[in-house]
């Protein structure tokens, strides 16, 4: 626990989500000390105020790649089927 300049104690976010982790383990009906990854994921998002949406679409950009054509570096066989694509 901190506290801050004029001497009022505060959690530290690191603090809140392990909380939060063990409270929603509960939640589950697990013991405090069995949390999952998900748990904890929903966890920091709840902490950090990280919405499910922005998370899915980071996601998908990143899994995004640029598509790059390879026929221009593609060498010609004589008489092959591919020269036609």
Known sequence: ?????????????????????????????????????????QAKRAVTGEAELDRQNAALDAARAPVVCMRSHRKQLPDHPLNEI
Do not use: C, K, W
């Open 1 to 41: 626990m901190a506290v801050s300049n004029d001497g009022a104690a505060y959690l530290s976010p690191r603090e809140r989500l392990h909380i939060r982790t063990h409270e929603l383990a509960e939640i589950a009906d697990r013991s405090r000390g069995e949390v999952t990854q998900f748990d904890y994921e």
